[in-house]
């Protein structure tokens, strides 16, 4: 039998994904409709999920985020909310000083989407999108133009996970009602 040696932070890496799936495998419900995907930046597929979430939301979005730029969420964020869907965002009140990300936030806000920012912390770095109740889009990647081409990400998606959306939706909660509303700036 070989052993491979590894490092202490590969390691813990793994005792972490191992700690994670040992989770997600026990609060999963039995049914085929749940599954969970990945996807990473720069390839495409992060921003693809992510716009997936958005735009199969019928109902509810909840959106937290700490950078705030991607065009293309801001536009599926929008068109989400011109189809009826209850779409609100916090973001990161400290991260989202800068033109780009004000730029992005005046258009959220003046398509009637409720925004608010949080300078409770020392940055809010949530990064997360909870749609219907029911799916979770987490993971490092940002809603930001960043994110999409230059970084590398990537994103989670738990589809049909209302246990751990409900665990989401507190959290965003309290992110929500810690924050301030925004206003746009035209």
Not at 34 to 40: D, R, S, T, Y
Not at 103 to 121: E, Y
Request: aromatic fraction near 8%; glycine fraction near 6%; proline fraction near 3%.
């Amino acid at each position: 039998m070989k052993y491979i040696q590894t490092s202490s932070a590969e390691r813990a890496r793994f005792q972490i994904c191992a700690a994670v799936l040992a989770f997600l495998l026990c609060i999963a419900p039995a049914s085929q409709a749940e599954q969970i995907q990945v996807g990473f930046s720069p390839e495409g597929s992060a921003e693809a999920l992510v716009l997936n979430v958005i735009q199969s939301s019928k109902h509810q979005l909840r959106l937290m985020g700490y950078s705030f730029t991607s065009p293309k969420v801001v536009k599926a964020l929008i068109a989400a909310s011109r189809r009826g869907v209850d779409v609100r965002i916090v973001l990161d009140a400290h991260g989202n000083a800068n033109r780009s990300s004000r730029a992005a936030m005046n258009m959220i806000v003046n398509a009637g989407i409720p925004l608010r920012t949080n300078g409770a912390f020392k940055i809010q770095h949530d990064k997360v999108i909870i749609g219907d109740g029911l799916n979770v889009q987490t993971g490092s990647f940002n809603y930001s133009t960043a994110a999409a081409r230059s970084n590398s990400e990537n994103a989670l998606v738990m589809w049909g996970f209302p246990e751990v959306a409900n665990l989401y939706l507190e959290h965003w909660q309290s992110r929500w009602d810690q924050g301030e509303p925004y206003q746009s700036a035209y």
